[in-house]
């Protein structure tokens, strides 16, 4: 039912996405940091979410090139309004969803 | 088992509302996300249980996907496995930023927990235990309500998934308004936005310039750095 090609490619797949989620939290838990790493990684949040929203917001991935004209960057000036005045992640999610739902009626 | 049970007052009840009260924003996103790839994977080929293996194996979304265009492409194992390594990578970033908060956890629990680190459990989870209140067994329970979530709804969209709405009320922007919250929640001070703002910006030229994911690894490390520097430089404790 399932070939073995295919169980082989799973696998080798789940090894490789896990060992880099796994070893820094078995490794780094059990070790006093250096303050500049701690310092280091307590950036890292803002800026990993940054890198990971921006392109998604600002380009268009299948041309991969800036639009700023697209739904995606609209809606997200108001979200981002919302978010930081109410500080409400529930709220902000359902906020986002009605401006989207409502942008794509008109783009 | 016996020590969770035994452990298992109102306090591990209190865990388990409380992480799957916090999953349900990444579950509203995975849903039309999942069903697509189930959608996309049925049409490459993959029965509703091998859709379901590769879900419950990886769990990591968009590795997912590549992998099951370049299987439809007749893609070597070898290939596919190596591009999923270089797409997940940034999840040691992820787990690294976590790690600070779980000093001396326990191993097991770790490693479970480590199974379910995406880019959504992520952010919620550092998120949350920014408050002192969060413990790794409602961390726990976020990821595997997520990780449910996920496996249900590939296997759902290989079934039948083109029969399912699974775009409407704009349910494909819930992930993207929140990461824009929880970014929000992140910025604690001016050296954030500064840091947020250029790895924002060479994220966004990165991402036009180079193939693959590898420009959110880049982009973070190098603002992240920037960000110790510039904190230095203007002096302890002001940005914060």
């Keep these: 039912?399932?070939?073995?090609?295919?169980?082989?490619?799973?696998?080798?797949?789940?090894?490789?996405?896990?060992?880099?989620?796994?070893?820094?939290?078995?490794?780094?838990?059990?070790?006093?940091?250096?303050?500049?790493?701690?310092?280091?990684?307590?950036?890292?949040?803002?800026?990993?979410?940054?890198?990971?929203?921006?392109?998604?917001?600002?380009?268009?991935?299948?041309?991969?090139?800036?639009?700023?004209?697209?739904?995606?960057?609209?809606?997200?000036?108001?979200?981002?309004?919302f978010a930081i005045l109410t500080k409400s992640l529930g709220g902000t999610v359902i906020i986002g969803m009605v401006f989207f739902g409502l942008a794509e009626k008109f783009f | 088992m016996n020590s969770k049970k035994d452990s298992g007052s109102g306090h591990s009840k209190k865990s388990v509302s409380r992480g799957m009260a916090a999953a349900?924003?990444?579950?509203?996103?995975?849903?039309?996300?999942?069903?697509?790839?189930?959608?996309?994977?049925?049409?490459?080929?993959?029965?509703?249980?091998?859709?379901?293996?590769?879900?419950?194996?990886?769990?990591?979304?968009?590795?997912q996907f590549i992998a099951v265009s370049m299987l439809a492409a007749g893609a070597s194992i070898f290939s596919i496995v190596a591009t999923t390594f270089v797409v997940n990578l940034r999840h040691f970033l992820m787990s690294s930023a976590l790690a600070v908060f779980l000093k001396n956890a326990d191993r097991k629990k770790l490693s479970f927990f480590a199974y379910g680190v995406t880019d959504e459990s992520f952010a919620v989870n550092l998120s949350k235990f920014r408050d002192s209140q969060w413990d790794l067994n409602s961390a726990l329970v976020t990821n595997y309500t997520a990780n449910f979530t996920w496996i249900i709804t590939t296997m759902l969209g290989g079934i039948g998934g083109q029969f399912i709405p699974a775009h409407a009320f704009g349910i494909d922007y819930a992930l993207i308004a929140m990461f824009i919250c929880l970014l929000v929640f992140q910025i604690r001070g001016y050296i954030y936005v500064i840091t947020a703002v250029i790895a924002g910006v060479i994220a966004v030229i990165l991402s036009m310039l180079i193939p693959g994911n590898s420009y959110i690894v880049i982009a973070s490390m190098t603002a992240a750095a920037i960000g110790v520097v510039l904190n230095k430089k203007i002096g302890s404790g002001e940005g914060r």
């Design chain 2, 24 to 63: 349900w924003p990444i579950c509203l996103g995975y849903m039309p996300i999942g069903l697509a790839f189930g959608v996309l994977a049925q049409k490459a080929g993959l029965s509703p249980l091998e859709i379901g293996l590769m879900s419950v194996v990886v769990f990591a979304g968009s590795s």
């Design chain 1, 1 to 81: 039912m399932v070939s073995k090609a295919y169980l082989a490619v799973i696998l080798g797949m789940g090894l490789v996405t896990f060992l880099p989620r796994w070893l820094p939290l078995i490794y780094l838990t059990k070790r006093s940091l250096p303050s500049w790493l701690v310092e280091w990684l307590d950036f890292i949040p803002a800026a990993i979410l940054s890198a990971i929203l921006l392109p998604a917001l600002v380009t268009d991935s299948a041309t991969r090139s800036i639009d700023l004209g697209q739904p995606e960057f609209v809606v997200a000036i108001p979200t981002f309004v």
